[in-house]
């Protein structure tokens, strides 16, 4: 069964017992440490609190708390069943190209029909369809589930406009000490590029600054970012929606760590077994989950300067320095007529971010291969967040030392590694889900001199001082080294 919204995961968690209902009221404005002293009751499960006090709108934290529950998310008995449907659907396209190898049609290449303008819904006319002629062949990667439009859409069966929009409503945990706004973690972002006419879709947090502004705190190497910077060149306004909830496959494709451009609503539908159903935002055209719980609908001024918001609490749990955001201006709120909130919780022990990028990246294996053909298998060990460690085994098409630095230097430019402060490449026979054998490896085939790769990367925003121009890479080349 594949869950179509919020709810059904919900109902699903509870007959499963991994759902834990807190009945009574909980205020979010007082004690930072009052959803932390929550989850650590819970041991482990999602936690749904039915009274926010000032809300009157559920909230649910850490439903992506451990890998079983993500394959739970994802009607699935394991997560390796994703994966494996992630290599037939790039089977299916590769037969789809070399069939249609002489066709000078570039839809018959990767999108199908009706999906020229890189998978926008057939029902929304815009100028972006004539723009794109040339729809890109990896942006269309899973163009089989592309997303379905939707007439009507259980996300706007209530809706709010202008001054009747106040985010300062809405059930945000306030994060730790230090922090100086409520912060939205769970949005998922969607804009469009002007050129192009693609949708894109991404995650940011988003600091609740008042009622009807947003500041959006997106790293400057997230293409969202890229394409703001693509709209003040054009003095136009930067339209952006942030989804909360829906299908949970829709948060899961937000934050899969990409290795090529994709489109991330075919992606969702991927990852659920079945296109996602979109519909047109009231305010905005853009494309949204159609059961969605709650959405948010606004520009960026292209003149607008940035603000400073002060420190922002990251996954791991600490603050991060304070980075110049972009203002968001609300101008509508749609939701369900009973809509749940969810959030996700940095540190208090949380896992879930570390979870859901592991597990992406594991399920997409498939599609970092074909940017990276020399790649076998890859690991993100949870004591580096899922992010500053990686464990690499590479096939070795000749006994060049050179493979092992042409795969770090490959990984070290995608998005999901290029904050990996060490990395570690073994051999294709070795297990890089065991640690054992990894040092093993290392003990036995790296020679410090020989085999240390040393770079020079873009600054980790999660360093709490953030603020050097590049931060120091390393790996190590343990693989067998063969001398003729």
């Given at each position: 069964?594949?869950?179509?919204?919020l709810?059904?995961?919900?109902e699903?968690?509870?007959?499963?017992?991994?759902?834990?209902?807190?009945?009574?009221?909980v205020?979010l404005?007082?004690?930072?440490?009052?959803?932390?002293?929550?989850?650590?009751?819970s041991?482990?499960?999602?936690?749904?609190?039915?009274?926010?006090r000032g809300?009157?709108?559920p909230l649910?934290?850490g439903l992506?708390?451990t890998?079983?529950?993500?394959a739970?998310?994802?009607?699935?008995e394991?997560?390796d069943?994703?994966?494996?449907r992630?290599?037939r659907?790039?089977?299916?396209?590769?037969?789809?190209?070399?069939r249609h190898a002489?066709?000078?049609?570039?839809?018959?290449?990767?999108?199908?029909?009706?999906?020229?303008?890189?998978?926008?819904?057939n029902?929304?006319?815009?100028s972006a369809?004539?723009?794109q002629?040339?729809?890109d062949?990896?942006?269309?990667f899973?163009m089989?589930?592309a997303?379905r439009?939707?007439?009507?859409?259980?996300?706007?069966?209530?809706?709010r406009?202008?001054?009747d929009?106040?985010?300062?409503r809405?059930p945000?945990?306030?994060?730790p000490?230090g922090q100086?706004?409520?912060?939205?973690?769970?949005?998922q972002l969607?804009?469009?590029?002007?050129?192009?006419?693609?949708?894109?879709?991404?995650?940011?947090?988003?600091?609740i600054r008042?009622?009807?502004?947003l500041?959006?705190?997106?790293s400057?190497?997230?293409?969202l970012?890229g394409?703001?910077t693509?709209?003040?060149?054009?003095g136009e306004?930067?339209p952006?929606?942030?989804?909360l909830?829906?299908?949970?496959?829709?948060?899961?494709?937000a934050?899969?760590?990409l290795p090529?451009?994709v489109?991330?609503?075919?992606?969702?539908?991927?990852?659920?077994?079945r296109?996602?159903?979109v519909v047109?935002?009231?305010?905005?055209?853009?494309?949204?989950?159609?059961?969605a719980?709650?959405?948010l609908?606004?520009?960026?001024?292209?003149?607008?300067a940035?603000?400073?918001?002060?420190?922002?609490?990251v996954p791991?749990?600490?603050?991060?320095?304070s980075?110049?955001a972009?203002i968001?201006?609300?101008?509508a709120?749609?939701?369900?007529a009973n809509?749940v909130?969810p959030?996700?919780?940095?540190?208090?022990?949380?896992?879930?971010?570390?979870?859901?990028?592991?597990?992406?990246?594991n399920?997409?294996l498939?599609?970092?291969?074909?940017?990276?053909?020399?790649?076998?298998?890859?690991h993100l060990?949870?004591?580096?967040?899922?992010?500053?460690?990686?464990?690499v085994?590479?096939?070795k098409?000749?006994?060049?030392?050179?493979?092992?630095?042409?795969?770090?230097?490959s990984?070290?430019?995608?998005?999901?590694?290029?904050?990996?402060?060490l990395?570690?490449l073994?051999?294709?026979?070795?297990d890089?889900?065991?640690?054992?054998?990894?040092?093993?490896a290392?003990?036995?085939?790296?020679?410090?001199?020989?085999?240390?790769i040393?770079?020079?990367?873009?600054p980790d925003?999660?360093?709490p001082?953030?603020g050097?121009?590049?931060c120091?890479r390393m790996a190590l080349?343990?693989?067998v080294?063969?001398?003729e």
């Amino acid at each position: 069964m594949c869950y179509s919204s919020l709810a059904d995961f919900l109902e699903e968690l509870e007959r499963l017992g991994q759902l834990r209902s807190v009945e009574t009221g909980v205020d979010l404005g007082g004690d930072p440490s009052t959803i932390g002293s929550y989850l650590a009751q819970s041991n482990g499960k999602t936690t749904l609190f039915h009274d926010v006090r000032g809300s009157g709108i559920p909230l649910v934290v850490g439903l992506f708390e451990t890998e079983a529950r993500i394959a739970a998310a994802l009607a699935v008995e394991r997560m390796d069943e994703i994966a494996e449907r992630v290599e037939r659907s790039l089977a299916r396209r590769e037969r789809r190209k070399t069939r249609h190898a002489d066709d000078e049609s570039p839809r018959l290449e990767a999108c199908p029909e009706g999906n020229v303008s890189a998978g926008l819904p057939n029902h929304v006319e815009h100028s972006a369809t004539s723009r794109q002629s040339q729809p890109d062949p990896d942006y269309c990667f899973f163009m089989e589930f592309a997303p379905r439009a939707a007439k009507i859409g259980a996300c706007q069966k209530v809706v709010r406009l202008g001054e009747d929009v106040d985010l300062t409503r809405l059930p945000v945990p306030r994060g730790p000490a230090g922090q100086n706004y409520p912060v939205i973690t769970a949005g998922q972002l969607v804009s469009r590029d002007p050129v192009s006419g693609r949708l894109l879709v991404g995650h940011a947090e988003l600091s609740i600054r008042s009622g009807r502004e947003l500041a959006v705190h997106w790293s400057v190497h997230d293409p969202l970012a890229g394409l703001l910077t693509v709209y003040r060149r054009r003095g136009e306004a930067m339209p952006l929606a942030i989804v909360l909830g829906g299908p949970p496959s829709c948060l899961l494709a937000a934050l899969a760590p990409l290795p090529l451009p994709v489109d991330r609503w075919a992606l969702a539908g991927l990852l659920a077994g079945r296109s996602l159903d979109v519909v047109r935002c009231r305010t905005l055209d853009l494309e949204v989950p159609a059961e969605a719980e709650l959405v948010l609908e606004g520009t960026i001024d292209p003149a607008a300067a940035n603000v400073e918001t002060g420190p922002l609490a990251v996954p791991e749990g600490r603050l991060a320095a304070s980075r110049p955001a972009p203002i968001m201006r609300v101008g509508a709120l749609t939701h369900r007529a009973n809509p749940v909130f969810p959030a996700m919780i940095h540190g208090a022990g949380s896992r879930e971010w570390v979870s859901i990028v592991r597990a992406m990246q594991n399920i997409l294996l498939p599609l970092l291969r074909i940017a990276i053909p020399e790649l076998s298998d890859a690991h993100l060990p949870e004591c580096g967040h899922g992010r500053r460690l990686a464990w690499v085994s590479i096939r070795k098409s000749d006994d060049s030392a050179a493979a092992a630095r042409r795969v770090a230097r490959s990984l070290w430019e995608l998005p999901a590694t290029q904050f990996c402060r060490l990395m570690v490449l073994v051999d294709e026979s070795v297990d890089v889900h065991d640690p054992q054998q990894v040092w093993a490896a290392v003990a036995a085939n790296m020679e410090p001199r020989r085999d240390t790769i040393l770079d020079d990367g873009p600054p980790d925003p999660w360093d709490p001082g953030a603020g050097a121009a590049t931060c120091p890479r390393m790996a190590l080349d343990a693989t067998v080294k063969r001398h003729e």
